[in-house]
Structure formats: C-alpha cells, structure tokens
C-alpha cells in the first residue's frame, strides 16, 4: 500500500498525518497547495504517474462556504475541477480513491436522517461544487468511496469550537442559532474511520456518510463547548437564522444517516459530546 494524502495542512488532513503515522508508518505521501496544485490536471497526472500509489484520499477542498457566494470560479475550480483531475489520474493508474464531501449537497428540508440513496439539492454554490465534484469522481473511478460529512471540527484551523472558544473568553454575550440541527463531528474520529475503510480487506466502493453519533443546534454546541471549557462569564443567547443572515443559505437539518458505514466497516462511533471533550484537551489557543 503507498497513499497519496491530498489536502493534507486542513484539518481533517493534519488529524489524518498522525492517525495514518501511528497505524501504517511511511507508506503515506502528504501534499497541499504548496507542493501539489490539484487543480492543475498535468501536475496532478504527472505526480501520480511518477508514483506507485494504491490509493488517493482527498481531504482538499474550499470550504469557506460564505465566500463561495461571489467567488464560484475558485470554488469550482478546486471542489469539481481538481477531484476531476484527481479522478483522471486514478483510473489511468488503476488507483482506489477516498474522497471527503459534505452534508451540504442536501437541501435540509428532511425531517430524518438523509441517508446515501437520498436525493441530492444542493442550495449553495459550495454544495452545488462539492455535488459536482461527487459526480465527476464517480465517472471515472465508479469503484471510489465517497465519505459526507458534516460539522467537523478539531484542534487545527479555524472551526467552530475554536471560534466559540475564543469568543467566549472576550466577549459578555455571544448570539448563535438555534433552528440549524447537526451532529458535530470530530476530524480525529473521521481520520480513525478513514484508517478502518482502507485497511479493510475488502474495497467496498460506494457513498458513506458519517458524523459523530447524536444531534444539536448550533447554540447546543456552543453551550457545551462553553460547559467543558469553564466558560462562565458569556452569556449564550439563542436566535433563529433570519437574525443571523450569511451570504450562503445553510441547511436546517443536516443529520446523516450512518447506518451503511456501521455495518459495512464495523466502526464504532462515539457520541459528538464524548469526543468533544477529547478535542477541548489538546485545543491551545
């Protein structure tokens, strides 16, 4: 086995450089922008082509979800485009691709948990890149894993629980919505469950989704991260989403099913607020 890791500085990629170190010790190549431009198809050919790799995870992605709204070309470009070229490059050299995509190719109009068979609507240009980006992928290596997720966090980069951490300690008051339901999900369990998938002794190919067990709102969230923090001195105020307009319109109700991945790969999920307090331990900011 010899693993291309894509993507590999986000978050998800740095929690994947210790879980793949610690389980298969250097077999893996690790790149980003600075040393492989994916969306560049030559580049991309070229390094895959010099290489022996088995398998691709392509933890790449543009994930300002905001931005996306009036920067589409670069979102485009690096959320379709380079899974494309990522794809080209695999099926010219017979290699097993593990592509990350998101929750956000749904509408959020379920009332429970979208599973894989479920009809796609994406409702912004983030979702639409990363949907388009899905389906490229699957018309050149029909064999790859896709693995949606959604609300990931972790000790690196910038994310929500960070964000609330830091606000919360300079700030009397913080407003966070209270009518967007998720399941928080923790990069090191999404890197423990992407270590499972490609160890497996078979290649089960397909759509997977997987979050940490449990669902929240975004205030939730917010007041646990404060609790398990000792976060005492800022007030958390509920407020739906039309009081907090963004430039991208979010799903209300982004909960997957993770039934497939459970029983395909044997994985155990831990619920979102036991690994929330794991993370919270190695947070420095």
């Not at 298969?24 to 030559?42: E, F």
């Not at 997720?149 to 951490?165: D, E, I, Q």
């Not at 991260?225 to 105020?237: D, P």
């Not at 430039?247 to 690994?275: M, N, Q």
Request: charged share 20%; net charge neutral; proline share 4%.
């Amino acid at each position: 086995m010899k693993i291309l890791l894509t993507g590999a500085n986000g978050q998800l990629g740095r929690e994947l450089q210790h879980t793949l170190e610690s389980n298969l010790p250097g077999i893996t190549t690790y790149t980003d922008v600075d040393s492989l431009d994916i969306t560049d198809a030559k580049a991309v050919s070229d390094f895959v082509s010099a290489n022996e790799f088995t398998h691709i995870i392509n933890c790449a992605a543009y994930t300002a979800v905001d931005k996306a709204e009036t920067d589409q070309m670069q979102c485009y470009k690096i959320n379709a485009d380079a899974v494309r070229n990522i794809a080209m490059a695999a099926s010219e050299n017979g290699i097993k691709v593990v592509h990350i995509s998101t929750d956000y190719v749904f509408d959020g109009k379920s009332f429970r948990p979208y599973n894989e068979a479920d009809k796609v609507n994406p409702v912004s240009a983030y979702g639409t890149s990363k949907r388009k980006g899905e389906m490229a992928l699957l018309s050149f290596c029909p064999d790859a894993i896709i693995i949606r997720t959604a609300w990931l966090y972790s000790p690196h980069g910038h994310n929500f629980v960070k964000t609330m951490l830091k606000n919360g300690a300079s700030n009397k008051e913080l407003r966070v919505v209270f009518d967007q339901i998720g399941s928080p999900t923790s990069a090191t369990d999404l890197a423990e469950a992407i270590l499972t998938v490609i160890s497996s002794r078979q290649w089960i190919s397909g759509i997977y989704h997987f979050t940490n067990e449990g669902v929240a709102s975004w205030y939730d969230f917010a007041t646990k991260i404060h609790k398990l923090a000792g976060i005492t001195s800022c007030r958390l105020t509920p407020i739906t989403t039309d009081l907090y307009p963004t430039p991208a319109t979010r799903p209300f109700y982004s909960v997957l099913d993770k039934s497939k991945i459970k029983k395909t790969f044997g994985i155990r999920i831990p619920h979102w607020e036991e690994s929330l307090e794991k993370c919270l331990k190695r947070i420095t900011l």
